[in-house]
């Protein structure tokens, strides 16, 4: 065949990414959407650019079906085809994308001629020679083809079939892997081609001529919408359990069951269908139908039913039809069918085709006997059943089914497999690969036009086929037949190859196949049966471990050898191969890899495919392999442990933990063992990626894995996770809590299965005999609660007291001997039914949380329904979650209680100090009670749900447990032990007196400030049954960017984004305005409440939007619409219910403010508002989400974003306007004398006098009443760091009267005179802005219009505006701070320094614990005036001085001062300094230094920030790694050179020298700081960072490695002069963010040598991703108030102190 243009010749070659894929289930092709890239990428961008400017605008009647046109789409031209226009509506075939559009005749325009020239940049292919067995594609099949997209391939093109330039593309690898699974077969080319023109609707032997149906036609046919005619069954879950009334028994493979919660309703449908029917049986005759169409059919019972025709109606004759609420088929004459109206398909079918989980016949079919005792034991009776198991294919559910009884609950499947002498099958049969395509594939096609051949499917994913097409019952197998084995879940092998897994390389083609790894293994290898001896390498799970072959083992090690000497000299080059070498970050080897994800940071996950170990691993140590090392098949390959309980689907099997722990016992014992350990291969499937999972047993000659797993998991419960998805939400009820970050709950549609387990465990106590079974550790049991009633338990601890936890619950309690049994072994629900608690964690709460907030959760949470929407799941099971109650969000609650305890606590964190971020007080006095701030919460208790409180157990029903509970927020009523710090807070104390617990009044505050606080009860709906239900949050991801238009601004703080892509936002107001016409529902109004989602009526244009209410008042609403951001007030008769399909959609606009400016820091300028709007009205927009919160007053997240407008930072360009909150400090000098403590001696009530010019405030505030070596009761209010925190005295009472007399003074008028006589150190009364309160407070300096204080009787300080202040009364100065500074005793600052974990830890000893303190003495503090203490603590019996001293850095009293004899040379314009540092001391000392790098002034370089301190230190190391890696092979030379001991001697600060890296056991070159007893504290000069090394382990450094500059630089930012200023607490964190692992551009201005350690520092201008560094951390930069000198501070102090003395 001739080649076309435009088009690849047929036999060629070409590179293809896949765009899109469709599975086509009518007749069973692949159909992918390709770009073939062939260089031509240019081209098409040039095109692109010049169509931009049409020709010019249709005019109205202008265009008609086939004509060429641009059509705009987002301000974006593209070209495209008319399929057809419909008044202002036109049908248009995007060329280049391969996917319809509609738009509007305004959005056309001519192009010109030569536009069209080029081919499409997207073509449409089918996937040559492929066709499906089945009508349904299987889920693995699914998933594997869509993950398809955006992958990379070589595809040999078989035919263009024209006109509709289909091209046949054979893609060998996909081919391949699909084969495997047994859902596809190979046709002939030939055949192939045959089927494809038929379902084209083309006449075979004429594909060349033209044909009346083009591409574009067929993807409109395939747009329009189907008819919705046909039943809707919702699929279950399985690995739950339902209670079901069996309506039918054919066989055991054939049985109807009808979800009995639906009974009454299915009963009123019937009822209504037959009186339906019954009236208009008279009229007319019935229309024809067609098999599988949805009819009302006259039983042989004379009632009418909701039926199925199971084949066509060709004449008078009876028809066979399928009464889908019973699951009975019959045959009936066909005047008793009629065509169903469409109100009765509006419920759906809750009737489900089900096979007993097990149940398989000897190969003779199933005789009378067994089918009638079948019947007996099941046929229209209630049973409890569990999900096992969802054939797709067949659609039909695997189910194992218990008897409903209350007397005896056996399972169903046993009494009937020994009844009929059956037996437990533990394999299924293979498939033959080999077998022909049946006929019926082909001759069901026939003539008819198969238009979805180019059906469009979303490009980025294919719809899940989750329900059945009723269309293809028959096809399949809805019959009285056997269904066939579950061949589609599982592909049981008869001779395969090893597959050829997919290959991608970071989003890129891989230049070969797998085929270029040689595979030496045998083509029977992988046989069902075959068996070898192994190695197990990795153990992820029981369903996902990895092994090796040991007869591989030498090969192996050998290849190990080899990748450590060739890698460890190589320069990096770009990737081209799907497998690489990687260095292991654990141990630093080369192993040979695979990507599994790649990250949008130098970090990337790969897996190293000789172990099937997973690494995060830096690109920079990822390099191509060489050819050499891929002659070794891949070693390591996946497998899953056989499990013939559920051979069907292995990897759905739940182990638990005590299994999994059992397994690596085995294996482990194994391995050490002579003997070790032998594969049998089970069976071979695919996992969820598609990848090649061998289903194998273990086994040693005496046992096997699996038996000791399973008896492992007989000791043990099953756990489930109910098939709860990422982003799904759910009913629960909440039985018990730990901390609002750990808390269990059941599930609401696990309530019937639970109580059935509750009956079933009263059954087994009555038949236990308590001591046949001695009880261990971890044993599974039956235990009884404080309530007297029994429940399933698990034993956690047996010594000293026995502990067990009730697993349906969460809780752990101390019980009794006698109230513990084991287990029965027999099988009951209570053992087989998943254990039914869940645990829950809440979303953006701390981890560490006040545990009277926990307590608060806890009281209002258990024993409540409530709605979790699922955010991310985490370690073992764990969900954590965003919880609702009704429209609550209670996470933003605690939030808010966390935020409202800590203001009342203390008026604000005090600044950063020293580089760590200050920690908010725990313990300033709160002036309202917990009460209180419970109040206002969102939680409200409300009467419990009757389902539960039938239980019996659950978490308030006991309120007067013992105090044997081991939780500190328990299902039981637990009476808190009074501590000190509750004695001195009596009205904190939550002491729960009554089995009842308080209501709390819930009240939610939304909109502006004055709109009406709306009460909220539990229920979003007050009528019974109406679903809780909210919309998705956004799609979004952190760090990703999206384009957008900004739907409504209001300010940089709030504004609303759009996607630019506005397709499914079409699809949305399409269905919004159907919704929108149905009648008005007066229950649904009464539902109504903030929150709420409806649908609304914008009067503006009068078309129906989706919304969420914000308040109501009266007859109207106030919403939010969701898609577009805007408000307004809607009349309440202009609101309609959302309807599911608009729930599921994700909003189309979210909220967003500008990131970077936290409105608690600063204010914006009145102009911004207006610039802000016109930078962003009408423009396309790049916008970047870096964090997420929830928007304080309406009920949706909220982003904080980066903006790019027109190549322009939004963000950088709104600086100008925000006005930051000044924090400046002035350092002080103070004169006075250091006073004395002597033994036993009170500090003197001293005043100290601040004395200034004119008329100055002279009144001070005592000193603290402190006396020396005396023990006092304190807590500590405000922590910094070890040399720098507050206490605070436990007594109370003194710090309440304080309080009382500074609101009352607080409350006189304002004397404007009073603030001009404040001058530092002066005492005032001073405002604390978060909570309205005031405060004795002490001026440190002033700031313009407002003061910079300290709260001396707290600790902390923050700046007050100048009115804010007012005079002290005498009784407030009489009275002594009830805070006092101090220091820890025993670590001088001049002598030493704190590592960086001592402020964390330090903080932790401390917070929010009584504290015994001695003082041991006192000095003034340096910047403050006030007395600083030196301090010993115990804490809880710890001394916290002695447990300091571990993080305390002592300065080595060697120490020699560096000096520099030299003068220093200046950097000239492209000069390099030649500065040499000299270290000199006493006797011989090492006089070798360092080069200084190779740095040139005002030279841009390429960088790495490789240490990063903070914005004035901080390392950089260059790019060029090749120099890097020379300098790591000669360190690693020479650092195995012994040890000379005499060298250590000769070294000080300045020397360099050779030291091992404890960490990774690696040498690199380094030069010493300072010398600590035996260790040299040293720093790595070709990194930056520092630490202490042994004395041993140093070495000389040889001439080579000094020849050589260092890899490394210290910098800082220019800019910023230290004495001039300094950074405030966020400027640290976002240093780094901007700087790591990210490539940066650094520009050299200054150079000197840094003060402390003997080596140049460079003042440099960085430049990361287009953004400045250095002018976006301006934002960030404290100026010093320079009003006052050093020198008049001195004086200051001095008049002072000679005042004090007069």
């Known amino acids: 065949m001739c080649s076309i243009p435009g088009f690849p010749s047929p036999g060629s070659e070409v590179p293809v990414l896949i765009t899109r894929v469709n599975l086509n289930l009518k007749c069973g092709l692949v159909e992918l959407w390709v770009n073939m890239d062939d260089g031509r990428k240019h081209i098409y961008e040039q095109m692109r650019e010049e169509i931009q400017i049409p020709q010019r605008k249709f005019n109205e009647s202008e265009g008609k079906a086939g004509d060429l046109c641009l059509v705009c789409i987002s301000d974006t031209w593209h070209r495209a085809r008319i399929v057809s226009i419909q008044s202002e509506t036109c049908n248009v075939f995007l060329i280049d994308q391969g996917r319809p559009h509609t738009t509007t005749s305004e959005a056309l325009a001519c192009g010109q001629s030569d536009s069209f020239l080029l081919p499409p940049e997207i073509e449409p292919c089918i996937l040559a020679n492929l066709v499906s067995l089945e009508n349904n594609w299987p889920e693995r099949a699914t998933k594997f083809l869509k993950s398809l997209p955006g992958k990379k391939f070589k595809g040999l093109v078989q035919d263009v079939l024209m006109p509709d330039k289909i091209i046949l593309l054979d893609i060998p690898i996909v081919s391949k892997h699909i084969c495997k699974g047994g859902v596809v077969k190979k046709m002939p080319v030939d055949e192939f081609k045959s089927l494809v023109l038929k379902c084209l609707h083309l006449p075979k032997g004429e594909d060349s001529e033209a044909c009346l149906i083009t591409q574009e036609q067929s993807m409109n046919v395939s747009c329009k919408l189907e008819k919705h005619d046909q039943y809707f069954y919702p699929e279950l879950f399985t690995d739950t359990f339902e209670s079901l009334y069996v309506t039918e028994v054919i066989n055991p493979q054939n049985i109807f069951c009808k979800l009995l919660i639906f009974s009454k309703a299915v009963k009123i449908l019937s009822e209504q269908i037959h009186q339906h029917y019954e009236e208009s049986s008279g009229l007319g005759e019935a229309q024809p139908l067609t098999c599988g169409d949805a009819c009302a059919a006259r039983g042989l019972n004379g009632r009418w039913h909701r039926s199925l025709l199971k084949q066509d109606m060709t004449s008078d004759d009876a028809v066979e039809v399928l009464h889908v609420d019973e699951g009975i088929t019959e045959l009936v004459p066909a005047g008793d069918i009629k065509p169903l109206h469409g109100k009765f398909l509006r419920m759906p079918v809750v009737t489900y085709r089900c096979s007993l989980e097990g149940v398989k016949d000897q190969g003779t079919g199933w005789t009378t006997d067994q089918t009638d005792h079948l019947k007996s034991l099941l046929l229209h009776r209630t049973v409890i059943a569990k999900f096992d198991h969802h054939n797709i294919s067949q659609d039909v559910y695997s189910i194992t089914v218990y008897k409903d009884d209350d007397d005896d609950s056996a399972c169903i499947n046993s009494c009937f497999i020994q009844k009929a002498g059956l037996f437990r099958p533990s394999t299924t049969d293979s498939n033959d690969e080999n077998e022909p395509i049946s006929s019926l594939i082909l001759s069901s096609l026939g003539d008819e036009q198969c238009v979805d051949v180019l059906n469009n499917v979303n490009a980025d994913g294919l719809q899940e086929e989750t329900l059945p097409d009723t269309k293809n019952l028959a096809v399949n197998g809805w019959t009285d037949e056997e269904p066939l084995s579950g061949a589609d879940d599982i592909y049981i092998e008869d001779g395969p190859e090893h597959p050829d897994p997919l290959v991608q390389s970071n989003g890129h083609l891989s230049s070969g196949f797998p085929s270029e790894m040689q595979n030496d293994r045998d083509d029977d290898e992988f046989t069902v049966g075959s068996s070898f001896n192994v190695n197990v390498s990795n153990i992820e799970s029981l369903q996902k471990f990895w092994c090796q072959k040991t007869e591989n083992v030498d090969s192996l090690r050998l290849l190990m050898q080899d990748l450590q000497e060739h890698y460890a000299s190589v320069h990096p080059q770009p990737l081209i191969e799907s497998i690489f070498v990687a260095r292991n970050p654990i141990n630093d080897m080369w192993h040979r890899a695979r990507f599994i994800e790649s990250h949008q940071s130098p970090v990337v996950d790969v897996r190293f495919i000789d172990y099937g170990q997973t690494q995060k691993v830096n690109l920079r140590d990822v390099y191509p392999i060489d050819p050499t090392f891929l002659r070794l098949n891949e070693q390591a390959f996946q497998c899953c442990l056989y499990n013939p309980n559920n051979h069907t689907n292995p990897t759905a099997v739940n182990w638990s933990d005590p299994a999994l722990t059992e397994f690596q ?250 580089h760590q971020l200050s920690k908010n007080s725990k313990h300033a006095t709160e002036d309202c009670s917990m009460q209180e701030l419970m109040n206002g919460s969102g939680l409200k208790k409300v009467e419990q749900n009757e389902v539960h409180s039938n239980n019996g157990m659950c978490a308030g029903d006991e309120l007067n447990m013992s105090s044997q509970s081991i939780s500190n927020v328990s299902a039981a009523e637990i009476k808190h032990e009074q501590t000190l710090y509750e004695r001195r807070n009596p009205d904190l104390d939550v002491i729960l007196e009554e089995k009842e617990t308080v209501l709390a009044e819930t009240f939610l505050q939304v909109g502006s400030s004055d709109s009406e606080a709306s009460q909220l009860s539990l229920h979003s709906c007050p009528e019974e049954g109406v679903k809780i239900c909210t919309y998705k949050r956004p799609n979004i991801s952190l760090n990703k960017t999206e384009e957008v238009y900004a739907s409504c601004i209001v300010g940089p703080d709030y504004f609303w984004c759009m996607y630019t892509n506005t397709e499914d936002l079409n699809i949305v107001s399409t269905l919004a305005l159907e919704a929108g016409q149905t009648q008005q529902d007066i229950i649904f109004l009464k539902t109504l409440d903030q929150g709420s989602p409806c649908l609304a009526l914008f009067s503006s244009d009068n078309q129906w939007y989706r919304a969420q209410v914000l308040r109501r008042t009266d007859d109207t609403l106030h919403v939010l619409f969701i898609d577009y951001g805007n408000e307004c007030d809607v009349d309440i008769k202009n609101v309609r219910p959302l309807p599911q399909s608009l729930l599921e959609k994700d909003p189309q606009s979210f909220l967003c403010s500008l990131n970077g400016f936290d409105e608690s820091k600063g204010s914006w300028d009145d102009n911004v508002y207006d610039d802000f709007y016109t930078l962003l009205v009408d423009k396309p927009l790049k916008v970047t989400a870096f964090h997420i919160g929830d928007h304080s007053e309406i009920a949706v997240p909220q982003y904080a974003v980066q903006i790019q407008c027109e190549n322009m930072i939004v963000n950088d360009e709104m600086l100008k306007y925000w006005k930051p909150v000044t924090t400046e400090h002035v350092m002080t000098e103070n004169s006075l004398t250091e006073d004395s403590l002597q033994d036993s001696q009170t500090v003197s009530n001293e005043t100290n006098l601040d004395v200034s010019k004119g008329n100055t405030n002279t009144c001070m505030c005592k000193s603290p009443t402190i006396s020396k070596n005396d023990k006092e009761q304190v807590y500590a209010s405000c922590i910094v760091e070890p040399h720098f925190f507050w206490c605070q005295y436990a007594n109370p009472e003194e710090l309440n009267e304080v309080s009382r007399l500074a609101q009352e003074a607080g409350q006189a008028p304002q004397d404007v005179m009073f603030a001009k006589t404040l001058d530092p150190d002066s005492p005032c009364l001073a405002l604390f802005s978060s909570d309205e309160q005031w405060y004795r407070a002490q001026v440190m300096h002033r700031v313009d219009d407002s003061f910079h204080v300290v709260f001396i009787d707290y600790g902390n300080e923050c700046d007050v505006d100048i009115n804010n202040v007012r005079p002290l009364p005498q009784s407030l100065l009489d009275m002594a701070p009830q805070a006092f500074l101090c220091s820890l005793n025993g670590f001088v600052k001049s002598k030493g320094s704190w590592s960086d974990e001592a402020y964390d830890d330090f903080y932790n000893l401390l917070v929010d614990k009584p504290l015994q303190l001695t003082v041991f003495n006192m000095e003034d503090h340096s910047e403050i005036a006030v007395p600083q203490y030196a301090v010993e603590i115990e804490c809880e019996g710890v001394d916290v001085n002695a447990a300091m001293k571990k993080y305390w850095k002592p300065v080595a009293k060697e120490r020699v001062l560096i000096g520099n004899p030299q003068t220093e040379t200046l950097l000239q314009d492209g000069q390099a300094s030649n500065m040499t540092h000299l270290s000199v001391s006493n006797g011989h000392m090492n006089t070798d230094m360092y080069k200084d790098p190779n740095i040139s002034k005002h030279k841009t370089e390429m960088v790495y920030a490789s240490c990063i301190a903070e914005p004035h230190f901080f390392w950089c190391q260059y790019t060029n790694t090749e120099e890097l890696n020379k300098l790591s092979r000669l360190a690693q030379e020479a650092g195995q050179a012994p040890q000379d001991v005499m060298f250590p001697k000769t070294i000080g600060p300045g020397s360099p020298c050779l030291a091992l890296f404890s960490s990774d056991e690696q040498w690199y070159r380094a030069q010493v700081i300072h010398r600590a007893g035996d260790a040299f504290h040293v720093v790595f000069i070709d990194y930056g960072n520092e630490c202490d090394v042994d004395i041993k382990d140093v070495r000389p450094v040889p001439q080579c490695l000094l020849d050589t500059a260092p890899q490394a630089f210290l910098c800082s930012l220019d800019g910023f002069v230290k004495a001039e200023g300094s950074w405030d607490e966020e400027a640290y964190d976002e240093f780094y963010n901007l700087l790591v692992d990210k490539q940066l551009e650094l520009t050299v201005f200054d150079m000197e040598d840094h003060s402390e350690i003997a080596v140049p520092q460079y003042t440099v201008e960085i430049e990361c991703e287009g953004v400045v560094v250095n002018a976006r951390m301006a934002k960030h930069w404290k100026g010093l108030d320079t009003s006052l000198t050093l020198v008049e501070v001195w004086d200051r102090w001095t008049r002072g102190m000679t005042n004090l003395e007069n």
């Open 665 to 914: 016992k085995f294996v482990d014992s194994g391995a050490s063992s002579d003997l070790g350990l032998k594969c049998i291969v089970k069976a071979v499937t695919s996992d969820e990626e598609g990848l090649l999972l061998n289903v194998v047993d273990i086994e040693t000659p005496s046992d096997s894995a699996f038996k000791r797993c399973a008896q492992a998991e007989a000791q043990s419960y099953s756990y489930s996770t109910y098939n709860i998805e990422v982003g799904v939400q759910e009913k629960v009820w909440v039985t018990s809590s730990d901390s609002v970050n750990h808390f269990y709950c059941q599930l609401d549609r696990n309530s019937q299965i639970f109580k059935k387990v509750m009956d079933n465990v009263k059954q087994l106590v009555g038949q236990t005999q308590r001591t046949d079974h001695p009880l261990g550790l971890k044993s599974i049991c039956l235990a009884r609660y404080t309530d007297n009633q029994w429940y399933r338990g698990q034993v956690v601890e047996m010594s000293p007291k026995l502990m067990v936890q009730f697993v349906d619950y969460g809780q752990t309690l101390v019980v009794r001997e006698s109230d513990i049994c084991p287990f029965p072994s027999e099988a009951s629900i209570a053992r087989s039914a998943p254990v039914q608690a869940v645990p829950l964690g809440l979303l953006g709460v701390p981890e560490e949380v006040p545990q009277k907030v926990n307590q608060w959760f806890a009281d209002c949470a258990i024993e409540h329904s409530l709605t979790i929407s699922v955010v991310t799941k985490g370690a073992k099971g764990k969900l954590i979650v965003e919880l609702f109650d009704g429209s609550v969000n209670v996470n933003a609650e605690v939030r808010g209680l966390i935020s409202q305890m800590t203001q009342q606590k203390m008026p604000r964190p005090i600044q950063e100090t020293n």
